[in-house]
């Protein structure tokens, strides 16, 4: 997961969190979160277990939130009415606990309380989401397993944990998710789910057609907006597989937290990957954004091609030949046309001069449900898009205002989830 700033996401901003700290060594992480929080536009109050002051002091994050810690559970103030299980938490739009102990969750599966955090736990009348972090022992511990699995049923929202190198020395599950992807997880379980229990397939990125080992054809696609797409389906409910071009250093812009990643190189690659994925059967929408080449090479070589310098023939050592690449919209809107519009389709069409007639003799060619229309020229490798959304029961072209790219793809998923 990449350390640069997030974009802000929906849901999160105006928002009130409580977040709780157990102690435990990932209570480092939970500073850089409240940093986080705070510039997506959220209040934050901070109630810290006892134990976890040993981890870390209150100072820090009185500091980073501008607010009071709350760590005893008795009154600590003449302004103290004695209830801050009960204030902490009616003022909440999510009670959010990381790390959350081994311990911590035994008690909130089973109902126990001895401190202001687990009192807020059963006190709340809002959504909670906890970050496990633990020992790797003790997250495949059977009794561990049992208390998550009854919090699950409860309707808590479990995020994470990751699995690597832990603080003691072992390697295994039980790590705490790092602090921007507990914010994704946050703004998933705060946001509506529309999309949930669908299946969403995308492509994304540009394609690689190799001419040799080294050498190759490719375009200036970033992949920005298939993976805003992507990233928009995901906090909108839905499981999402990305069949991805080589984005390359651009990686480490793009959020794919919550995605499954296939990556590919060239044309045939991601055709042979996106149809085995829809002849399934099991993707209900398909969105197909990334810059495809038309045209592949024929005649690859094994080897790196050498310069020829020969000024008496002026011969070029250079030789390619090029043949059509499948067309992968057209190819999965004519497996859904021919049974029965089981995926709904949808497709890009970046263009740089009449947008509007090649957007909508995309739609009819390549039996789409949707087609998605903008100018490549202000697209491409921007922050921002403007998107036109062309459908077969859409009367005209929808034309959607200037908005950041993760911005608009949720509202163009929201339209096409509303109009389908």
């Known amino acids: 997961m990449s350390k640069h700033d997030l974009p802000q996401l929906p849901g999160l901003r105006g928002k009130t969190i409580t977040l709780g700290v157990c102690g435990g060594i990932a209570a480092y992480k939970s500073a850089e979160l409240v940093r986080l929080l705070i510039k997506q536009g959220c209040t934050v109050h901070v109630v810290m277990t006892p134990s976890a002051t040993q981890f870390i002091q209150p100072l820090t994050f009185q500091a980073l939130s501008g607010r009071p810690v709350h760590v005893s559970q008795w009154p600590e103030g003449n302004n103290d009415r004695g209830m801050p299980h009960i204030d902490l938490s009616r003022t909440a739009d999510c009670l959010l606990i990381a790390p959350a102990t081994a311990n911590s969750i035994a008690k909130y599966a089973n109902g126990l309380a001895d401190n202001l955090l687990d009192n807020l736990v059963l006190a709340r009348n809002c959504h909670l989401l906890i970050a496990p972090a633990m020992n790797v022992e003790m997250w495949n511990n059977p009794a561990t397993q049992r208390n998550l699995q009854q919090l699950r049923q409860d309707g808590v929202h479990i995020a994470g944990p990751a699995s690597g190198e832990q603080a003691c020395g072992e390697v295994g599950s039980g790590r705490m998710l790092e602090a921007d992807e507990i914010v994704y997880e946050l703004a998933r379980a705060l946001n509506p789910k529309p999309l949930a229990g669908k299946m969403i397939l995308l492509t994304a990125g540009p394609t690689f057609e190799a001419i040799d080992p080294v050498r190759g054809i490719t375009n200036r696609s970033t992949g920005k907006m298939g993976y805003a797409m992507a990233q928009a389906a995901w906090l909108m409910g839905a499981q999402v597989q990305v069949v991805s071009g080589p984005v390359g250093g651009k990686s480490s812009e793009l959020t794919q937290y919550g995605l499954e990643i296939v990556p590919v190189e060239s044309a045939k690659d991601m055709h042979l990957q996106v149809m085995q994925a829809i002849q399934t059967g099991l993707v209900d929408v398909f969105i197909g954004v990334a810059a495809v080449a038309d045209y592949g090479i024929k005649n690859p070589s094994t080897h790196k091609q050498k310069k ?39 497709g890009f069409a970046a263009e740089t001069q009449n947008m509007h007639e090649y957007a909508l003799k995309k739609l009819s060619s390549k039996k789409a449900d949707f087609i998605i229309g903008n100018l490549a020229q202000h697209a491409l490798g921007a922050a921002d898009t403007q998107l036109t959304l062309f459908g077969t029961k859409l009367t005209q072209g929808l034309e959607l205002e200037h908005l950041p790219k993760l911005d608009a793809a949720l509202k163009v998923l929201e339209i096409i989830q509303q109009t389908t």
Do not use: Y
């Not at 002026?314 to 067309?327: A, M, R, V």
């Open 308 to 346: 020829i310098d020969n000024a008496d023939t002026q011969t070029i050592g250079l030789k390619i030949d090029f043949e059509l690449n499948p067309d992968i919209l057209a190819d999965v809107g004519q497996w859904s046309n021919d049974n029965q519009r089981r995926t709904t389709v949808v």
